[in-house]
């Protein structure tokens, strides 16, 4: 359930014990360089992130590690 707000972009990441969550984004896919805008520590819950959306376009990818 993505939302986008006045000034932030929200969404729900299910998560699994044992694991870490590197939430990034870039504002080019061209060139893109991946920023780390958070890390979220897994256990078994669902969390809510929120990504500041201050660019005209901005990409979000969660790494897995």
């Given at each position: ?20 969550y ?44």
């Amino acid at each position: 359930n993505p939302l986008l707000a006045t000034g932030h972009f929200e969404f729900l990441l299910p998560t699994q014990t044992g694991y870490s969550y590197q939430v990034q984004s870039a504002t080019n896919l061209q060139n893109a360089i991946w920023t780390l805008e958070q890390t979220i520590p897994g256990d078994g819950s669902v969390k809510p992130v929120t990504v500041e959306a201050s660019a005209p376009q901005k990409w979000i990818r969660v790494l897995v590690q």
